[in-house]
């Protein structure tokens, strides 16, 4: 086919417009974007909700046991005599005739010395004691414990991929911040060299610019491996190819919430332990089931019927009853484990109410460092531009070393890059603080 055939042409044209796309899309996957991959790739939450599915099996079990039992039973039985009743001879006496012989009858069979019985059994139970009432209550609240830890465990994904996405914005930031100065250390080259032609300058002064450029590429070649690094770390949380984010090119900005009026108290490891302190309380409840009786009911019919005895009913229907007067003390000993289980989960929940409260003024604490670190950074970056703008004039007129002129480019890259750390800071510690107080979710993510 000629390469300026129309159809040619249009199909190159659809195939650039959509690798153009891809890239497009790579480059502007925004945090959120990244967070719905990870938690749809996350195997901690598909197992919470395989876990969640496993109660809500075991509930089902629990309501199946008012569900009627049927079983066919089948037995041969061959006793080494049949079961009969002997009938005493019946002696007919009329007056005035002769005496008759007695008459003999043969045994009466009441059943026969080989059994087959086949029957159908069903049996449903009316009444447990409350165990499955209280059982089933138990089970719910150990759903929502579970669906309060799948709330954790997804703030726990946010806070690691926000962390490794604004990582690879510092990256991306300190990259630009180094390019920037590769372009000024360029002119400063080329400045030098023409001040060495005309004798300005001396060969030694000329190869201190080389070293800086060269440590500047340093720098590069360590941002070039934390970046795949993180892409990889990246690749790892969401499940996508490294290579769907190799264009990705993030930035990140001072990030501001309200941190007085929030406590931990919606933090969902607080309230999945309050659903498990429910759930034991009910669970011991359940306990008490072991002192009241069983009620069921029972249905039974022959299906052979040949070989009943006399006394054998073809059909019955009925109610029993079971109640366990004394079972070894196994119902006390479940009531006190229970005690126990209720009295450790009331512990537990304690014990995270009082991290939590600790880890709430942490958060807070951090936050102010860093929000304070950020506004010292920022002077000092204002400071160090001023100091690089004299350092050049002083440089290019002749009043300023070359040692002066790189001490001030090293400390307005310094001072860029301390920025970026103190920002980048500042979003793990407002990340930590949404953590504790359960308020870390995509609606409270801003790019």
Do not use: C
Not at 42 to 70: G, M
Not at 399 to 417: C, F, K, M, N
């Amino acid at each position: 086919m000629k390469t300026n055939h129309p159809l040619y042409v249009v199909l190159t044209g659809i195939l650039l417009a959509g690798n153009h796309g891809m890239a497009q899309t790579d480059a502007n996957l925004s945090r959120k974007d990244v967070i719905e991959m990870t938690l749809a790739h996350s195997y901690a939450i598909q197992n919470n909700n395989i876990e969640s599915d496993k109660v809500t099996r075991d509930k089902q079990k629990a309501y199946q046991t008012f569900l009627p039992q049927v079983s066919v039973n089948s037995s041969y039985t061959h006793l080494n005599d049949a079961i009969s009743m002997s009938v005493p001879p019946i002696n007919l006496t009329i007056p005035g005739l002769p005496t008759l012989p007695a008459i003999k009858l043969d045994p009466i069979v009441l059943q026969k010395q080989d059994i087959l019985k086949t029957d159908i059994t069903a049996q449903m139970v009316l009444f447990t004691g409350l165990k499955v009432a209280y059982g089933t209550k138990a089970l719910d609240h150990q759903k929502r414990a579970i669906g309060e830890m799948k709330q954790q465990l997804v703030s726990v994904a946010i806070n690691e991929t926000l962390q490794t996405y604004d990582r690879l914005a510092v990256i991306n930031q300190s990259e630009k911040v180094l390019e920037e100065s590769a372009k000024r250390l360029e002119r400063e080259a080329q400045f030098a060299r023409k001040a060495l032609n005309q004798g300005l300058i001396t060969p030694y002064d000329e190869s201190k610019i080389e070293i800086a450029r060269q440590e500047l590429e340093a720098k590069r070649i360590e941002l070039h491996t934390a970046r795949n690094l993180t892409i990889s770390k990246l690749s790892q949380l969401t499940g996508k190819p490294a290579s769907f984010f190799t264009t990705l090119a993030p930035s990140m900005e001072k990030w501001v919430i309200d941190t007085v009026n929030t406590d931990y108290t919606s933090n969902p490891q607080i309230k999945a332990l309050n659903e498990a302190l429910t759930a034991t309380s009910f669970k011991r409840r359940s306990t008490i089931s072991g002192y009241l009786p069983i009620v069921y009911a029972f249905g039974k019919k022959e299906l052979i019927t040949e070989d009943l005895s006399a006394l054998d009913p073809e059909w019955a229907v009925g109610v029993g009853l079971k109640w366990s007067i004394f079972d070894g003390l196994q119902t006390y000993r479940d009531q006190q484990k229970a005690r126990l289980d209720e009295a450790m989960a009331r512990n537990n929940l304690d014990a995270a109410e009082e991290l939590l409260q600790l880890n709430m003024e942490k958060t807070r604490q951090d936050i102010d460092l860093t929000n304070q670190l950020i506004t010292l950074a920022m002077r000092k970056r204002v400071t160090a531009a001023k100091g690089l703008q004299i350092a050049q004039k002083q440089y290019e007129t002749g009043l300023g070393s070359i040692t002066e002129r790189l001490a001030a480019e090293t400390d307005y890259q310094t001072a860029e890059l301390e920025l970026i750390q103190a920002i980048y800071r500042q979003r793990i510690a407002m990340a930590a603080f949404l953590d504790a107080s359960g308020s870390l979710n995509i609606e409270s993510i801003k790019d």
